[in-house]
């Protein structure tokens, strides 16, 4: 039986969970290798250390199902763990729907967003290995909040290197970057190799995602060991740090008396899907459940639903990892959809091979009609969403809508994992009649993707 009257289904502090949950352990699909950006070999954890510090290292290539959230974590997870769920009521009836909408707010967070789940213990684990500062990037800006928050609580120093555009179009994010004493620069900079090479061709390079790792990752690789570098999504031990969403939403969905029929997420480099859908999955995998799990993402940068599944870098300048990962070429430069965060090339390589073998569904939205989701939403729940959100929104209405079409009652589950209120900007240009849809970039794509390494997998593989 559901609980009719309940809105809000609000754990205690005791219940945020004690352990992260790590999806390594019960791949149904055998793990693909991780190779060095030069030799093309396996990385070892020697190459990765001069970035990460061991521990991180270590969660990133565990088997271990269930990995200890240490007591520093939670005490600072306290401060807005658990996070509600809450019934879009109002949204089910505007839609005359007989679905239950459910939504996990992570912009309950003081960062606005789910990324401060992963910013805190990769702070943590790094105050712990005696880092004195990291480097990292952000688009949006929605990382470099939460990295500077945390890097904040554990007295590290942080240098973000911010794509221009977004420096330029959003410089309330910058400030509140620089209230929690971060350095914010505007890439491509003249601080590092890549950059002055980028600015020599063309002074006025709006940036990407992409540049702005590569300057992140060279700005620490050359530091001589003085700071090390913080990614906020798209590898293994980020995901699993999300896992607090899912984890918690599972006792929740428990206390709604419900259980999804389908669980949804925006995805980018895939942190907040993988940290709401991988606990489901789990059940899936061990418990027989059969919730259909829903990737979405911008029709303007489609890498699941569109890219190819091959090994490429990580970045734009390729010294990340190469790994295989539905991609649309690390080259490729997407368009400037306000999604900021949703603006890379390639994805989660766990999530990808998932997607490759039927474990979870993808599909791409476009921009305007995520907008028109993302204000209905506003004026049904009084949450205006952060744009990357409102692709998961998008989905869930269309999901609702069709449920409503053969007269289902379907359970949808999805996170809000940011609100939107630094994003006022596009919504005036939304409002204004201002934006646009973007065709599938296909030339830029091919082109991007002609330029993949060319990797030897038989070789590959056996590690040499
Ligand atoms: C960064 C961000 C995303 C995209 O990143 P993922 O790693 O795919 O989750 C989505 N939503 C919000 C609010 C973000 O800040």
């Not at 993808?362 to 692709?391: D, N, W």
Request: glycine fraction near 8%.
């Amino acid at each position: 039986m559901s609980n009719e009257n309940q809105t809000k289904f609000l754990l205690n502090e005791s219940d945020i969970p004690r352990q992260w949950y790590n999806i390594n352990a019960d791949m149904p699909v055998p793990p693909q290798p991780v190779l060095h950006p030069g030799t093309q070999e396996p990385v070892t954890p020697d190459f990765l250390s001069v970035l990460f510090p061991m521990d991180l290292i270590m969660q990133e290539v565990s088997a271990e199902a269930q990995i200890d959230i240490p007591e520093e974590v939670r005490d600072i997870y306290k401060l807005y763990r658990p996070t509600p769920l809450i019934r879009a009521r109002r949204l089910e009836q505007a839609l005359g729907t007989p679905a239950h909408i459910y939504y996990k707010y992570e912009g309950a967070s003081p960062a606005g967003s789910h990324k401060l789940n992963t910013a805190i213990p990769q702070a943590f684990f790094n105050k712990a290995a005696g880092t004195k500062a990291l480097t990292t990037e952000t688009g949006a800006g929605q990382w470099g909040s939460a990295l500077s928050m945390a890097c904040n609580f554990f007295d590290l120093a942080l240098e973000v290197y911010m794509v221009k555009v977004s420096y330029q179009q959003k410089p309330y994010r910058r400030v509140l970057m620089e209230t929690f004493g971060a350095e914010v620069f505007a890439s491509p900079t003249d601080r590092t190799e890549y950059g002055r090479a980028l600015l020599a061709q063309d002074a006025e390079n709006p940036g990407s995602l992409g540049i702005a790792i590569s300057e992140a990752v060279e700005a620490a690789a050359t530091s001589n060991g003085a700071k090390k570098y913080s990614l906020g999504s798209v590898l293994g031990h980020v995901l699993m740090h999300q896992s607090v969403i899912g984890e918690e939403a599972l006792k929740q969905m428990d206390m709604a008396g419900e259980y999804p029929d389908v669980v949804i997420g925006c995805v980018g480099g895939g942190s907040n899907f993988a940290g709401i859908a991988y606990p489901f999955l789990r059940q899936n995998l061990r418990d027989g459940q059969r919730t259909r799990l829903l990737a979405v993402e911008p029709a303007a940068t489609p890498s699941l639903t569109k890219g190819i599944y091959a090994f490429d870098y990580g970045d734009t300048a390729r010294m990340a990892p190469i790994v295989k990962m539905h991609t649309l070429g690390h080259s490729f430069m997407p368009a400037p959809i306000h999604a900021g965060g949703l603006r890379y090339h390639g994805m989660a390589p766990s999530i990808c091979a998932l997607y490759d073998a039927g474990y979870i569904e993808a599909k791409a939205v476009p921009q305007i009609g995520t907008f028109e989701a993302a204000v209905q939403f506003a004026r049904s729940e009084g949450i205006v969403p952060a744009p990357e959100s409102a692709h998961a929104i998008r989905a869930a209405i269309d999901e609702a809508l069709e449920a409503k079409a053969t007269g289902e009652k379907r359970v949808i589950l999805f996170n809000l994992s940011g609100h939107g209120n630094f994003d006022l900007a596009a919504y005036e240009q939304y409002l204004q009649g201002g934006l646009q849809d973007y065709d599938y970039p296909a030339e830029a794509v091919a082109a991007a993707q002609a330029d993949l390494p060319r990797v030897n997998l038989a070789e590959a593989a056996i590690g040499k």
